[in-house]
T-cell receptor
């Protein structure tokens, strides 16, 4: 089945630690995205990538980093610089970053800082 | 700047009845796309319906239809014959034509009662 996978489903982090969230897609999409969702709010864009070895900051990139070494993978690292990292994180992909292309979402990762 | 407003934080409907969720948006763009996404308790974001702004005809997808009023910048979702599986958070979202960046509303929690 084609789709987007995220792991782990739940992640716990101690303060001061960096953690990496995995996102993999086998849809052959060029574009990938990371969103953050807080309770009672819609999604906010953290980073996006239009193509391998290229990525751009979204609206709330501070305290996060990404890499795009392979087309199918777009891992997100939550660094210790992110002051309030507890949230639900969603990865998405689309054929391209053109507005005509629908984004498809993964199942998400719930990150909790202890 | 683009904004998306969902003024109904929570709604309830009886099974088999019809419910309408409201969404308004603000943009200076003339070409864009509007979406409704469903997020059930599993937290998976599922595309419900999509509307191209240049199309006057309202989009329909089985029991789901929209009322798109471009001049009023309104994009409501009608769910007919509501089912228990429709219980979820519903997010309205806007995308520019040229760039696939979502602007999300804060969501409406829909409870379908038996």
């Amino acid at each position: 089945d084609g789709g987007i996978t995220q792991s782990p489903k739940y992640l716990f982090r101690k303060e001061g630690q960096n953690v990496t969230l995995s996102c993999e897609q086998n849809l052959n999409h060029d574009a990938m995205y990371w969103y953050r969702q807080d309770p009672g709010q819609g999604l906010r864009l953290i980073y996006y990538s239009q193509i391998v070895n290229d990525f751009q900051k979204g609206d709330i990139a501070e305290g996060y980093s990404v890499s795009r070494e392979k087309k199918e993978s777009f891992p997100l690292t939550v660094t210790s610089a992110q002051k309030n990292p507890t949230a639900f994180y969603l990865c998405a992909s689309s054929i391209s970053t053109g507005g005509t292309d629908t984004q498809y979402f993964g199942p998400g990762t719930r990150l909790t800082v202890l | 700047a683009q904004t998306v407003t969902q003024s109904q934080p929570e709604m309830s409907v009886q099974e088999a009845e019809t419910v309408t969720l409201s969404c308004t948006y603000d943009t200076s763009e003339s070409n864009y796309y509007l979406f409704w996404y469903k997020q059930p308790p599993s937290r998976q974001m599922i595309l419900v319906i999509r509307q191209e702004a240049y199309k006057q005809q309202n989009a329909t997808e089985n029991r789901f239809s929209v009322n798109f009023q471009k001049a009023a910048k309104s994009f409501s979702l009608k769910i007919s014959d509501s089912q228990l599986g429709d219980t979820a958070m519903y997010f309205c979202a806007f995308i520019n034509y040229n760039f696939n960046k979502f602007y999300f509303g804060s969501g409406t929690k829909l409870n379908v009662k038996p």
